[in-house]
């Protein structure tokens, strides 16, 4: 069982900058794919960002240019820098991991975006 965690959330205007920490359980994290996922209210939830074990990295279309998914294997942390945030990622935030073909979630983190 992973236990994963994740702060950073909160209330920012149009244009400001947040970010986002996960921190996962276990002494394996440098073999874990991270990713973090968010889910507005009446949508469904959605990849945002990936970090593989090996380093590579996806992101939505979305977020191109504005979001930086990084990993700290030392700290166990893996961190969503979220740039010129517009209204539209407003969400609830999920750290997502996957291991030995299993996926674990955290609680997630409300992110609100105000105009």
């Known amino acids: 069982q992973v236990r994963v965690v994740e702060s950073g959330g909160g209330l920012v205007q149009a244009g400001g900058s947040l970010r986002l920490s996960c921190t996962a359980s276990?002494?394996?994290?440098?073999?874990?794919?991270m990713g973090w996922y968010r889910q507005a209210p009446g949508k469904q939830r959605e990849l945002v960002a990936s970090v593989s074990n090996g380093g590579r990295i996806n992101y939505a279309d979305s977020v191109k240019g504005r979001f930086t998914i990084s990993r700290d294997n030392a700290q166990n942390t893996v961190y969503l820098q979220m740039n010129s945030l517009k209204p539209e990622d407003t969400a609830v935030y999920y750290c997502n991991v996957k291991f030995l073909f299993n996926n674990y979630w955290g609680q997630g983190t409300q992110v609100t975006v105000s105009s």
């Open positions: 276990g002494s394996a994290f440098s073999i874990y794919d």
